[in-house]
């Protein structure tokens, strides 16, 4: 094998969806170049062989020969590197140093079904992750045409083998995170993986905590962002997400997508998030304390307003709030379970008429329907799925302190919470930290 084709071998070292193929086109040697991710191999040979039965050209010299699929160049590798991370097929040829850059047949990266079902986005490309693992490396490609982008692939599991494959960017990820990952799964090869919690154990990350490890989305714009800033993305086959490594704090506050809005609309965006994480973290809790154990700390005038609104309320206000948080987790758990076309009915008879009908039975206050269905709201509005279930969990121990401590009570929850997620860290790397590469700021 020539020194320049081993030139061009080294640049794409890291890439496990590079291929160097060698082939014949009427009795010469030649070598395919390009990435498996944004290529489809087989019908693009199959194309270069019946374009060349087809011409009616003829031709003396390999030269010739190549000039049927373009213009033939100097070896320059280079420009061989950058047009591979675009997409195209390289046709080389070493008995005489040049090659041709054609146009193959490509993958089909575009997602025919829906747009993302479990994000939404507003002006921002509609395009998701699919089930296909190498589709979705080559959706990364498409947002990320950079040589480097490095990519990596690892079967995991025994009786069942799982395709596994970490991108990551050269330049920008941390290598000793890169490398603690890489050996985590070279050492746990042997693990099944099913789903998230078993990717977990494979990785050497616990599985009990109620924070989530990896940042899931189905956004490719969200994964290039993530590449960009140093982080760590994994595909795992036939799951339609991408887990980016490691999940922080600020993941579930800031989007990719806000950068399409003027600067004060995005910080409005950003800041009503942390907003809603903290009335849905506080609001049940205050309610708790302020109408069972401080009661002083009201004005007189809401004072009367509370207690009239609990007037004829047999239960106290500990009882009285987690029956109707069960009563909405268990209609929040149904409308996702249940079919879309009955969801929305099952929602409207749990949220409108059952909470109507609890009121007038004399089992809660008004006060408390308003309190939980703006905490619901609220709850809604951070980013990811898996950060608001977290959240859930959070506001059930602030109410519980709430109900014997009071307002301290409350006080002591939130130093709990802030030391707890102060003491996660992921490959080495503290939850709360905002930052993960170094130039960060330059890409927000």
């Known amino acids: 094998m020539g020194a320049r084709i081993e030139e061009i071998k080294n640049k794409f070292v890291n890439n496990d969806d590079f291929f160097l193929q060698q082939d014949y086109l009427a009795g010469n040697p030649i070598s395919l170049m390009g990435l498996i991710t944004l290529i489809d191999l087989a019908e693009s040979r199959q194309t270069l062989h019946i374009y060349l039965e087809g011409s009616k050209s003829s031709y003396t010299s390999i030269e010739e020969l190549l000039s049927l699929y373009g213009e033939v160049k100097e070896s320059d590798p280079n420009e061989i590197v950058s047009s591979i991370v675009e997409g195209k097929l390289i046709i080389y040829s070493e008995t005489i140093n040049k090659y041709v850059i054609t146009q193959p ?138 887990l980016v490594l490691p999940s922080l704090l600020w993941d579930m506050f800031a989007l990719e997508n806000d950068h399409n809005y ?93 909470g109507q009908a609890i009121v007038a039975a004399k089992l809660v206050s008004n006060l408390l329907i308003i309190i939980l269905a703006a905490t619901t709201i609220a709850n809604s509005a951070v980013v990811g799925f898996q950060n608001s279930l977290s959240i859930r969990l959070f506001k059930y121990i602030l109410v519980l302190l709430a109900a014997i401590y009071g307002v301290l009570g409350i006080l002591a929850g939130l130093v709990l919470v802030c030391a707890y997620l102060a003491s996660l860290e992921t490959f080495g790397v503290p939850y709360i930290q905002i930052n993960v590469a170094k130039d960060r700021s330059n890409h927000g």
């Open 105 to 242: 047949v490509p993958k089909l990266l575009n997602r025919f079904f829906e747009p993302p079902t479990n994000e939404n986005v507003l002006q921002g490309p509609l395009s998701s992750f699919i089930e296909d693992i190498d589709q979705n490396i080559g959706i990364v490609r498409k947002q990320i045409s950079s040589d480097r982008l490095r990519v990596k692939s690892f079967a995991v599991g025994t009786s069942e083998q799982k395709k596994i494959s970490l991108l990551y960017s050269e330049g920008h990820a941390d290598m000793k995170l890169v490398n603690n990952i890489i050996r985590q799964l070279e050492l746990n090869q042997s693990r099944e993986v099913h789903n998230l919690q078993n990717l977990s154990k494979t990785m050497g990350l616990s599985s009990w905590g109620p924070i989530s490890k990896f940042h899931t989305t189905e956004l490719p714009q969200e994964v290039a962002q993530s590449l960009r800033v140093g982080k760590v993305v994994l595909f795992v086959d036939r799951l339609p997400l991408a």
């Open 262 to 354: 003027p600067l004060p609309i995005m910080f409005a965006l950003r800041f009503l998030r942390i907003i809603g994480v903290l009335m849905t973290l506080l609001v049940p809790a205050l309610y708790v304390a302020l109408v069972a154990v401080n009661p002083e700390v009201l004005r007189i005038e809401i004072a009367l307003a509370v207690a009239q609104s609990r007037d004829g309320v047999p239960y106290t206000a500990l009882v009285e709030i987690l029956l109707i948080l069960i009563i909405l987790e268990l209609i929040l758990e149904a409308s996702v379970r249940l079919p879309k076309s009955i969801g929305p009915t099952i929602t409207m008879v749990g949220g409108i008429i059952l």
